[in-house]
């Protein structure tokens, strides 16, 4: 990988410092299968290094007791003795039960110490090498679309676009009047909520090249299943290039975002053609191409509707109708 | 004690008109299981439509809107209408027989609980044929969906719970001073029956958390905005449009929320701790442990809320110490499961229906808490949080925890409620189905949101995800088979069902001293209590006698 431009670099990418490396621990491959998606991000590598972790006590603690259980209800079943013939009458044991309060003590804390100890890798964004920016993004959910909005003001719907390589920190909100979503791509790391009047953070750093999808983790109404999103990693190159294309299309009132517009905000409720769906008919109608019309009822909304474009720039707005005009929905 | 109410007038006495107008604890607990048994069936077809529409990926069998309230209302009344109000009703027949005494402390406020309970329930049920359907954003409500909600389902989710709050406080106030005050003499704190002592317990935590549930309710009926008389009121404390915090709500509900859970689930592990040692033929092992322990859940249960809302992005400093309580807890929660394995240890175990259901719960009861233990440790809750894995994980609790322990208790004390003996034949059939189904449901469900699953979708379009949730499809419906040959087997035993003595299990506490069913008046004398086991006392000190007698 080679960096390009002056916006970003291409760190090469180094695995978390655990100070146990997990790749190299031999795990039965039912274990290796129960955790998380495999990472691809240090923040989600970290998070499944912990998984891991707490599985070796999980399953441990699991075998112990149902190992237990079994071993008691074959042992001390009846058999031939009379239906209520005393059991052993035991009380207790003062020292046996000391023993197995103090024990998952122990156990908890070796993973509460683990778990901070992988915490810095999680939770903080790599520094970016001296005299370069990290990229950030930011991300918007909305009813029921996520928006970006890259820092030379480029915006997309749904699917983000990031370099390999380099740390992205994301600023995930949702607009005052919108409601909670929660920004989740597993293989990229953990969930954050996007909430009304609160800015959170998080960040990845993708290894790989390669689409990795999610979607809204918090139920944010009726089309909650189909908030999707996905970021497709490019090579530095390439996420450079299509950036600036990106710019350009954008001053230009054209090209690709007035489709993830449609796709991501009008065809969820409307239907991929227009045709109706949650939400009435709209194809043929003369509101997809009356620049006003369009504008108003984007960015108001109308009845049930919400403002699903409450705050869009006139450059989206424009893009929608170039986009419409261009592809009327055929409403079938 | 209670004075004994005047001779009531004849109608009362009528087959219907006498359960109607009952204020006797026996029979207000059989109502409350009842009623909660039905709302328990309605509540888990509504499961069985939705496992129907997520068994193949971008299936069209209910749409999103009807999917969003059945997943409400699913939820909403398995915890409101049938967790709580069922162990109410167990709760509500055992406690004063188990504490020796004629009735509970305040027999018309118990009514009352019962009826709010009904009107609750019926208006939450009803709500489906309210303007714009029932509520549709999900149990917890979070704002400001749940304050943009239209119709008016979200305002009669809100009036129902508050009911429901009303009926469960009253409860409480009625099981702790009965539990404080009407003890029969020798029934000291430590020879009280372990489920009493988690109804107490259980009392205790629904006083403090449950008016925090309603408050909340309150604020969130005010920010959609009612009609007082002239005025039309609208607040914002939880809109983030007019300067409102919808955090704010989530802190408020789960401070409730949480230990709810622990309301649910410390009465079922007081089912279980009455019926292991009676199939064991032993004392429960640490019986202080296992008190302290239930003492220890009620009050940790209050100081971890926040690993509900490990998303919201708390600060990190709260999250941990949310993290190290929830772990906390996880202590206590092994102790009992420690005590009841070895109250089987070197015992005569018997495997009746009962046993049958309570060894199915102590194997996924575990599974459950093991779980939680990802959960806790933040960073991991931050991947799977909202996703199926956690759906596995509390129906691992609530179903194999609690609805295993129910059904360990019906199946114990039918024959003191009725005084007919369930069929063990039917019994057991339904424990395997029910056991087999349950995780052929849920085990799945784990791996589901572990690949990315998240909970509450009406749909998904990943393919992938089909094997895992065809799998819990019908792993649920042969739940429903399970739960279908109860239903026989109730109609049969109310019928033809074997006649059995006062005390078949030859059971160690007090409730089976009395006839089978009880009379109105409970006991015509109770023996001075000894330990926590007053039968086992009386029988060996009857077969010394007899052992004194036999030579001469």
Redesign the interface.
């Known amino acids: 990988m080679t960096s390009a431009g002056s916006r970003t670099r291409v760190p090469r990418y180094e695995p978390s410092g655990t100070f146990i490396e997990w790749q190299s621990v031999p795990f039965p491959s039912f274990l290796a299968q129960f955790a998380p998606v495999a990472p691809e991000s240090p923040n989600a590598e970290g998070i499944r290094d912990s998984w891991l972790f707490v599985s070796i006590f999980v399953f441990a603690i699991f075998v112990l007791v149902e190992g237990l259980l079994v071993a008691f209800i074959v042992k001390y079943r009846r058999q031939n003795r009379p239906r209520f013939e005393d059991g052993a009458q035991a009380h207790g044991a003062t020292k046996l039960e000391l023993a197995w309060t103090a024990s998952p003590v122990v156990v908890l804390f070796l993973i509460a110490a683990f778990v901070f100890i992988e915490l810095p890798g999680v939770k903080d964004i790599p520094e970016a090498a001296a005299g370069e920016e990290q990229l950030e993004i930011k991300v918007t959910g909305r009813q029921y679309y996520w928006q970006y909005e890259y820092p030379n003001g480029v915006i997309a719907i749904d699917q983000m676009r990031a370099p390999a390589g380099v740390p992205v920190s994301l600023e995930v909100t949702a607009p005052d009047a919108d409601v909670i979503h929660s920004w989740w791509i597993p293989a990229l790391g953990g969930k954050i909520d996007a909430i009304p009047g609160v800015t959170n953070e998080t960040w990845f750093q993708a290894k790989n090249e390669g689409t990795y999808s999610g979607q809204c983790a918090e139920l944010c109404g009726l089309e909650h299943a189909r908030m999707l999103a996905s970021v497709e990693v490019l090579s530095s190159d390439e996420f450079d290039a299509w950036l600036d294309e990106r710019r350009a299309e954008q001053d230009a009132g054209s090209g690709e975002l007035g489709q993830e517009e449609w796709e991501g905000v009008c065809a969820k409720c409307h239907g991929p053609s227009g045709e109706g769906g949650i939400a009435p008919r709209i194809a043929g109608s003369p509101t997809l191409t009356d620049r006003d019309a369009l504008a108003s009822i984007v960015r108001s909304g109308r009845g049930t509707m919400p403002a699903v474009g409450s705050g869009w720039t006139d450059e989206q707005i424009a893009v929608l109708l170039d986009y419409l005009t261009e592809n009327p929905p055929s409403g079938s | 004690m209670v004075a004994r109410a005047e001779t009531p007038p004849a109608w009362q006495n009528g087959k219907f008109a006498g359960w109607l107008v009952t204020t006797d604890h026996k029979r207000i607990g059989i109502l409350y299981i009842a009623t909660s048994l039905v709302f328990f069936v309605l509540a888990g077809l509504m499961a069985l439509v939705m496992r129907l529409q997520l068994a193949q990926a971008n299936a069209d069998i209910i749409?999103?809107?009807r999917y969003?309230e059945l997943v409400t209302i699913h939820g909403t009344t398995m915890i409101f209408l049938v967790g709580v109000p069922i162990l109410a009703g167990f709760a509500n027949f055992l406690v004063p027989l188990m504490i020796g005494t004629s009735d509970m402390a305040f027999p018309r406020l118990n009514a009352l609980s019962y009826w709010f309970f009904v009107f609750g329930g019926t208006m939450l049920m009803l709500s489906f044929f309210a303007d714009g359907g029932a509520a549709?954003?999900?149990w917890t409500a979070?704002p400001?969906?749940s304050i943009?909600a239209?119709g008016s389902g979200q305002d009669l989710w809100i009036l129902s719970l508050h009911l429901l709050t009303v009926s469960t406080v009253a409860g409480a106030v009625n099981f702790i001073v009965t539990i404080t005050n009407m003890r029969t003499r020798g029934m000291s704190w430590t020879r009280m029956p372990l489920f009493v002592w988690s109804i107490l317990i259980y009392g205790w935590l629904i006083m403090a958390v449950m008016p925090v549930l309603a408050a909340a309710l309150t604020i969130l009926l005010l920010d959609r905005g009612v009609s007082i008389g002239p005025w039309d009121v609208q607040t914002s404390f939880f809109n983030?449009?007019d300067g409102g915090?919808?955090?704010l709500y989530q802190h408020a509900f789960w401070f409730f929320g949480h230990p709810e859970v622990y309301i649910i689930v410390l009465p079922a592990f007081g089912i279980i701790s009455e019926v292991l040692p009676v199939f064991?033929?032993?004392?429960i092992?640490?019986?202080?442990?296992i008190v302290a322990s239930t003492v220890a859940i009620g009050f940790f249960s209050m100081l971890v809320w926040a690993h509900h809302m490990f998303?919201?992005?708390l600060p990190?400093s709260l999250q941990?110490f949310f993290?190290?309580a929830s772990?906390?807890i996880?202590?206590p929660t092994?102790?009992k499961?420690?005590?009841w394995?070895?109250t089987?240890?070197?015992?005569?175990?018997?495997?009746d229906t009962p046993m049958l259901y309570s060894?199915g719960f102590?194997?996924l009861f575990?599974?459950g808490g093991?779980?939680g233990?990802?959960l806790a440790?933040?960073?991991?809750?931050?991947?799977?949080?909202?996703?199926y894995f956690v759906v596995a994980h509390f129906h691992y609790t609530l179903i194999g925890g609690v609805v295993f322990a129910i059904f360990a208790g019906l199946f114990y004390w039918w024959p003191k409620m009725f005084g007919r003996m369930l069929n063990e034949k039917l019994g057991k059939w339904q424990f395997w189905l029910l056991f087999i189904g349950f995780n052929v449901a849920f085990m799945p469900q784990?791996?589901a949101g572990?690949?990315?699953m998240?909970?509450?979708?009406?749909?998904?379009?990943?393919e992938s995800w089909e094997g895992y949730n065809l799998a819990s499809t019908i792993g649920s419906y042969v739940m429903g088979i399970a739960i279908i040959l109860f239903a026989v087997n109730v109609m049969r035993t109310r019928r033809s069902g074997e006649r059995v003595g006062n005390d078949p299990w030859?059971a160690d506490t007090l409730e089976w001293y009395t006839t089978s069913p009880p009379p109105l008046h409970n006991f015509d004398d109770v023996p001075y209590v000894t330990s926590a086991r007053p039968l086992y006392d009386l029988r060996r000190r009857l077969r010394v006698e007899r052992g004194e007698r036999e030579p001469a």
Request: proline share 7%; hydrophobic share 45%; aromatic share 14%.
């Open positions: 749409g999103a809107d969003n549709d954003t999900g979070y400001p969906l943009q239209p983030p449009a915090s919808s955090v064991a033929r032993k004392p092992f640490g019986y202080k442990a998303t919201v992005g990190i941990a993290m190290i772990m906390v996880a202590v092994g102790v499961v420690f005590n394995l070895a089987l240890w070197r015992g005569n175990l018997s495997f060894l102590l194997s575990v599974i093991l779980t233990i990802y440790a933040f960073p991991i809750d931050w991947q799977v949080h909202d996703t784990h791996f572990l690949e990315g998240p909970r509450r979708i009406y749909t998904y379009a990943d030859q």
